[in-house]
Structures are given as C-alpha cells and as structure tokens.
C-alpha cells in the first residue's frame, strides 16, 4: 500500500494533489510520454500502485478506471524530434512543467524525482511507489505509450515494436542492423547513432 505522506498532509487542508511521471524516457524509439493526474481528496484504490510493478492486464484494467475518477488528467506527448532537441531530461522536464500550470486547479505538484525549481513542485525520489496521484499518472503515461507503439507496430511491423515497445533489447538491436533507422528512432541515442541511418 502506497505511504501517500504529502497526499495525507494537503488532503487534510482540503487542498488538491497533482501527480505527474512518465513513461519513455529509455527506449531507442517512439516518444515519451508524460501525464498529470489529480485523484478527489481522499481517494483510495488498493489497487493503483508504481506501473512498474503492475502486469500489463492490470494496468489496462486500471487505465479506465483513473481516467473515470480523476478530477483532471492530461498528456504530453514529446517527439524524437524534440528529445533529440533537448535531450531526454530536459524535454522530461519541460513537458512536466507544462503540465504542471495546465489547469487552474489549486493543487500542489508531485513529480517522480523530477525538480522544477518552484516552491509549489516536489520531486519525491521514487514517487511512482510514494504518491497515489504519481502512481495513478505513471499508469496513465504507461499505457498510453504502450498503446502508442502497438500503433507503430501496425506500420513498421517488421520491427516487432509490439514485444519490445522500443526498449533496446538483442532482438530490437537485431531488427535495427537489418532494416536501418526509421523516422521514430532517437538519433541522439548510441545504440542509433553508431547504426547505419536509412531514414524513411
């Protein structure tokens, strides 16, 4: 069960709780994507935890549920483009922070270790398993991106993206060597940079 220490704190002062995490930032493809989500005060689902420790069943099962019983969520999907841009932290950081003043909502901000430099943001070192609102958003931004790369997998099928979402697994590295780099591919990553580029 999650410790929700600042949710207990701010729930007490009738006062909201964002949670923001993402998904994405380690895979050789695809985007990273981030989510916000604030939970009613007080809410409670034994159920939400870190998506890391969820099987994918149970994140799908859940992915309705927090969107149904959220007060507000919101995404921000960041490009290849853009993380190549400016590189994986800082674009992490940017979509956070604008996530962070997407609503009028007065509310406090959670992040997953994630410094924003204002006096209303808390990073909270592993926070997906601290913060039902961070657990709740990384859930969110998981499947989401995992919906988003069974997509591509629909168009660039013969990179399997459906079994290894991007990450860079011997089998992804494999499909890399023999079908070069697609227009998805983080070309400011190594594994991408030291392979032969066939963008298409």
Not at 31 to 58: F, Q
């Amino acid at each position: 069960m999650l410790e929700n220490e600042f949710e207990r704190i701010y729930w007490a002062k009738n006062q909201y709780v964002m949670g923001i995490d993402e998904a994405g930032r380690g895979p050789l493809c695809g985007p990273l994507v981030v989510a916000c989500c604030i939970l009613p005060i007080g809410y409670d689902n034994e159920a939400i935890n870190d998506s890391k420790k969820l099987t994918e069943k149970k994140r799908e099962k859940l992915f309705p549920q927090i969107i149904k019983d959220a007060e507000y969520y919101r995404f921000e999907i960041v490009e290849p483009v853009d993380i190549d841009k400016y590189d994986i932290y800082h674009a992490t950081k940017r979509a956070m922070d604008h996530l962070s003043r997407s609503t009028d909502i007065h509310k406090v901000t959670l992040t997953d270790a994630m410094p924003l430099g204002r006096n209303d943001v808390i990073d909270m070192i592993k926070g997906d398993a601290r913060s039902i609102n961070i657990a709740a958003a990384s859930i969110l931004a998981k499947v989401l991106r995992d919906h988003i790369m069974m997509g591509y997998d629909v168009l660039y099928p013969q990179y399997e993206y459906r079994n290894h979402k991007g990450y860079g697994t011997k089998r992804h590295l494999q499909l890399m060597d023999e079908f070069g780099l697609n227009r998805l591919y983080r070309m400011s990553y190594r594994p991408c940079q030291i392979r032969q580029i066939r963008l298409f």
